[in-house]
């Protein structure tokens, strides 16, 4: 059975209500058992100083400056990803010639191309820009291929049989087929890519959600630390559900599958028809049975 909407929503409220119910609870009392709660901030502290902090410049500054970088590199990682995943699933020479590269450079974490961004790049815009491009290009690099390699070969064939060049079939077969998992990397890549810029904020930036919270962990400011948590986390989540958003708007034509959480399979029960069928067989087979003793007696007859 489905929940309406407005009960998931009141499910929801009440479950992050919850927690910081408990966060209230557990930093107020001070609870010291094995995790050291009294050294946290309580809720109210961290909402006074949300409040102080909405209400200077220097917030928004920091939020316009992270939204920027990280629209910057997403995007340039998008076009980037799905152009290189398209070209090393469909060709074997891109994959001999890039893949070795790629795959040397991918398991190396983006926020270790600190130092290398400092020495390529003469501003420390460029090089964070840099640093969230490269987070989120092979999420999106690794998705795009592995759905380009899984499209079924004869949507090709049948594009390819109606006169379809390599342009067509990339329009018509490739691109729309592969849509779902470049998505799925999308949605991925943003994620990681504000990971990543808030710690390049941390460590070369000037001004960001990352270069102030690492400010207000230098002079012992807890409170402004979870301020800097909090956005981040509603920042991350506004942008992954916007890319969602988008995925979900440019596939409509697939079929979706309803999600019932919980819920049971239900099992037909035998209807009527099936016993009218076996009284239709029963039927049937009593005159088969009728004509093979009339002919079993027919040749009794016949041998006597």
Not at 33 to 48: E, G, I, K, N, Y
Request: net charge positive; proline share 6%; glycine share 10%.
């Amino acid at each position: 059975m489905t929940r309406r909407p407005l009960a998931r929503y009141a499910l929801r409220t009440a479950s992050l209500a919850a927690f910081l119910g408990l966060w209230q609870l557990l930093t107020s009392l001070k609870v010291d058992l094995w995790l050291r709660f009294s050294q946290f901030p309580t809720v109210t502290d961290v909402a006074r100083a949300f409040t102080d902090r909405l209400s200077g410049d220097d917030y928004w500054t920091d939020l316009t400056d992270s939204l920027t970088r990280i629209l910057a590199g997403f995007a340039l990682a998008a076009v980037l990803g799905v152009a290189t995943g398209v070209l090393v699933a469909r060709s074997r020479l891109a994959e001999d010639l890039l893949g070795p590269v790629l795959e040397v450079v991918r398991p190396i974490p983006a926020i270790a191309l600190v130092p290398v961004a400092i020495l390529l790049f003469p501003s420390n815009e460029q090089g964070i820009v840099f640093i969230t491009c490269t987070a989120a290009y092979f999420p999106v690099l690794v998705s795009t291929r592995h759905a380009v390699r899984a499209l079924t070969p004869v949507w090709e064939e049948a594009v390819r049989t109606l006169g379809g060049g390599r342009l067509r079939v990339l329009g018509s077969v490739v691109l729309p087929g592969a849509l779902p998992g470049i998505f799925g990397g999308l949605s991925v890549g943003i994620g990681v890519s504000w990971i990543c810029v808030i710690s390049a904020e941390m460590i070369s930036g000037q001004y960001g959600v990352g270069y102030r919270t690492w400010q207000d962990y230098t002079v012992v400011n807890y409170p402004g630390v979870f301020v800097g948590m909090v956005t981040i986390g509603v920042l991350g989540w506004v942008t992954s559900t916007a890319v969602e958003l988008l995925g979900r708007r440019l596939t409509r034509w697939l079929p979706r599958t309803s999600y019932v959480p919980g819920g049971r399979a239900r099992v037909a029960r035998p209807a009527v028809a099936p016993v009218r069928a076996d009284r239709d067989s029963e039927q049937h087979a009593q005159p088969e049975q009728q004509g093979q003793k009339d002919t079993e007696e027919a040749r009794d007859e016949h041998l006597v």
